[in-house]
T-cell receptor
Framework: SQELEQSPQSLIVQEGKNLTINCTSS?????LYWYKQKYGEGLIFLMM?????EEKSHEKITAKLDEKKQQSSLHITASQPSHAGIYLC????????????FGAGTQVVVTP | GAGVSQTPSNKVTEKGKYVELRCDPI?????LYWYRQSLGQGPEFLIY????????DSGLPNDRFFAVRPEGSVSTLKIQRTERGDSAVYLC???????????FGEGSWLTVV
C-alpha cells in the first residue's frame, strides 16, 4: 500500500527565518498537492505538482517535486506569523486522481 | 457561491441517531470528494463522485455510511446508527474535473455523544 511520510512533525521557526517541509512516498506518484490548514478550518490550496522536476512558487512559498516523483519539499522564505499553521501534502498514488492520500501534517509555529 | 459550502458547520448527535451532512460544490465542478479528518491526523479519503455516480467509494468505513449526488451538484453524506468513533471533521471538496485543483470546504464537525 502507499506510504506517505511527512517531516518534520512540527517545527518552531523564528520570524524571518526559512523553513523546509518534506513529503516522501514509497512509490512513484502521479501528482502531489500541498495544502495549509489552520485549526478548525478547511484546507487552503497552495500548489499542485505533476511533472518530475517541477517547481512552483507563490509569494514566499516554493514547492518542488523530484525527478522520480517520489519526494516533494515545501520551502518558505523569510517566514512570517501568517505562515503559521498545519501544512499537509496530498499524494495521488495511482491514476485515480480523486483518491488523495494525505500525510499526517507538519505544524509550523512562527515566533517573534 | 464562491467556494465549497458545507452544512451544518457543527453537529452534536446522540449515539445511534441518523445524521446527514450536506456539501454544495463550486459551481461547474463535476468532481466532488468526501474526506474525514480526526484530530492530529491528515484527511482520510471516503468517496468521490464524477458527475452523479460514485466513481470510488472504497474509503467508506462500513455500510452505515452512504453518500449521494443525485443531480451532479449537491451531495449528502449520510451516517446511520452513529457511533462515538464517527466523531470527526467531515470535509467536502470539489474540482473542475479529475486531475485539476481540488478545493476544500470548511468542514462539518460531527460529535457523537
Amino acid at each position: 500500500s502507499q506510504e506517505l511520510e511527512q517531516s518534520p512533525q512540527s517545527l518552531i521557526v523564528q520570524e524571518g527565518k526559512n523553513l523546509t517541509i518534506n513529503c516522501t512516498s514509497s512509490k512513484t506518484l502521479y501528482g502531489l498537492y500541498w495544502y495549509k490548514q489552520k485549526y478548525g478550518e478547511g484546507l487552503i490550496f497552495l500548489m499542485m505538482l505533476q511533472k518530475g522536476g517541477e517547481e512552483k512558487s507563490h509569494e514566499k512559498i516554493t514547492a518542488k517535486l523530484d525527478e522520480k516523483k517520489q519526494q516533494s519539499s515545501l520551502h518558505i522564505t523569510a517566514s512570517q506569523p501568517s505562515h503559521a499553521g498545519i501544512y499537509l501534502c496530498g499524494a495521488v498514488p495511482t491514476d485515480s486522481w480523486g483518491k488523495l492520500q494525505f500525510g499526517a501534517g507538519t505544524q509550523v509555529v512562527v515566533t517573534p | 457561491g464562491a467556494g465549497v459550502s458545507q452544512t451544518p458547520s457543527n453537529k452534536v448527535t446522540e449515539k445511534g441517531k441518523y445524521v446527514e451532512l450536506r456539501c454544495d460544490p463550486i459551481s461547474g465542478h463535476t468532481a466532488l470528494y468526501w474526506y474525514r479528518q480526526s484530530l492530529g491526523q491528515g484527511p482520510e479519503f471516503l468517496i468521490y463522485f464524477q458527475g452523479t455516480g460514485a466513481a470510488d467509494d472504497s474509503g467508506l468505513p462500513n455500510d452505515r455510511f452512504f453518500a449521494v449526488r443525485p443531480e451532479g451538484s449537491v451531495s449528502t453524506l449520510k451516517i446511520q446508527r452513529t457511533e462515538r468513533g464517527d466523531s470527526a471533521v467531515y470535509l467536502c471538496a470539489s474540482s473542475w474535473s479529475l486531475g485539476n485543483t481540488i478545493y476544500f470546504g470548511e468542514g462539518s464537525w460531527l460529535t457523537v455523544v
